[in-house]
């Protein structure tokens, strides 16, 4: 393993950090003891945490100890958007997304060896603090004047739904986390996203007030796409760890379509690959774009490395599948229904004509163009091409008893569901 630093630096990991000497000595004397939390705002991580998930795994496989924090506490409360408030949950809500969120950390730490992660609640050590305790032993030690700096906090000020005191109060919570977890666990580095700086500092601040110790934070940059549109984000919303939320095929499929522009900036964030081959599938990228091999390595290693191998090999065999390269016949009936999700679709109440369904799902302009398409024998039904201009798919075509898959020309697809 080359310096942690440099790794990080390589990849792109580092927006901002707190000096970067004494960062490199404190990794050099190590191991370091870092935490990178998650509130449980929803009841699935997605795409933006995955970076701090597996930033703190790379900490950790360069031998220092992660903890992973699931804000059971500061769930409750939320950080301040810059928009507008945010809609607080129940608290049995909470606890359930804590448990969820939990269980999608745990695999990508390692809680065995000198090194061993460990797993934490916020709510632990605040539940049973009062509001007095709170101000006198916590809130004395923060400054009004800084924290209305806040870019987040200065912003909803500034804005007409202005902040309530509850979400103001936030960066007091996340510090006293970084406090708790010094005294706890030693734990003198804390990670998050660059938009999470303010925060990170209220931590350092606050233990240095209350211990008279230097610490260190880290903030990973927020991702950016060369077409403008946001990260993680597609026309169906967010890209989510939870398979019933985003399915395999889906997230597979994410990672497959990565702009050309993006990949490289993608394999080396997510990416647990050497740098030999990260540069290796940058070359190949700009020598032949077309055979798309970064956007498959990246799809295979991260389907992998969330869903599994076995879930991986399903998705990899629906993309061939659909496009010939495979039996059709073969894919069990969740992953089909997961790949036909992402085609062009039409639900039909019986067995139409391939001429009108090639049409119900905009493959064709029209039922001449259909018929030109099965003329010219570009037109495929299951991967069948159609030979007649007056075929009707048989009730033994259903896949799984309810879909079609049509095709025009190689890529072209569409899905049909008769019921």
Not at 102 to 110: A, K, M, N, V, Y
Not at 296 to 316: F, I, K, P, S
Not at 349 to 376: F, G, M, N
Request: charged content about 25%.
């Amino acid at each position: 393993m080359t310096d942690i630093v440099d790794e990080l630096q390589w990849r792109g990991l580092i927006a901002v950090s707190t000096d970067e000497d004494a960062l490199r000595k404190a990794f050099a004397d190590g191991p370091v003891t870092v935490y990178c939390g998650f509130d449980p705002t929803a009841p699935s991580l997605h795409l933006g945490n995955l970076v701090q998930i597996l930033t703190i795994r790379r900490l950790q496989q360069a031998g220092n100890r992660p903890l992973g924090l699931v804000g059971g506490a500061t769930g409750l409360i939320g950080d301040p958007k810059p928009s507008a408030e945010r809609t607080l949950n129940a608290p049995e809500v909470v606890a359930d997304w804590v448990e969820r969120v939990r269980g999608q950390i745990e695999p990508f730490l390692s809680f065995e060896g000198p090194n061993a992660a460990t797993m934490v609640n916020n709510l632990d050590w605040t539940s049973g603090m009062s509001a007095i305790e709170f101000l006198r032993d916590v809130g004395k030690h923060f400054r009004v004047n800084k924290m209305i700096a806040k870019e987040a906090v200065a912003r909803r000020l500034n804005s007409d739904q202005g902040i309530s005191y509850t979400e103001f109060s936030y960066q007091i919570l996340q510090g006293m986390d970084f406090l708790e977890l010094y005294r706890r666990y030693g734990c003198t580095m804390q990670t998050g996203g660059s938009d999470q700086w303010g925060n990170l500092t209220a931590g350092i601040d606050l233990i240095h007030r209350v211990e008279g110790a230097s610490v260190h934070a880290l903030a990973t940059p927020l991702i950016t796409k060369a077409d403008g549109t946001k990260f993680g984000k597609t026309e169906g919303g967010a890209i989510w760890l939870d398979p019933e939320m985003t399915t395999p095929y889906a997230f597979f499929q994410f990672w497959l379509n990565a702009d050309d522009r993006d990949i490289s900036k993608f394999l080396r964030i997510f990416s647990f690959k050497s740098r030999e081959e990260i540069e290796e599938l940058e070359r190949l990228t700009e020598e032949r774009p077309q055979a798309r091999a970064a956007q498959r390595a990246l799809a295979e290693e991260l389907t992998t490395l969330v869903h599994g191998a076995a879930q991986c090999t399903a998705v990899t065999d629906a993309s061939k599948a659909l496009f010939g390269q495979g039996e059709l016949t073969d894919l069990d009936e969740a992953t089909l229904a997961a790949a036909l999700s992402e085609l062009p679709y039409a639900k039909v109440t019986a067995l139409e004509p391939v001429v009108d369904l090639l049409t119900a799902v905009e493959l064709v302009a029209s039922k001449s163009a259909a018929r030109r398409a099965i003329k010219e024998g570009g037109a495929y039904l299951n991967n069948a091409k159609v030979t007649s201009e007056d075929a009707v798919p048989a009730e033994s075509d259903l896949l799984h008893g309810r879909w079609l898959v049509l095709r025009r020309g190689k890529k072209s697809l569409a899905a049909v569901e008769v019921g």
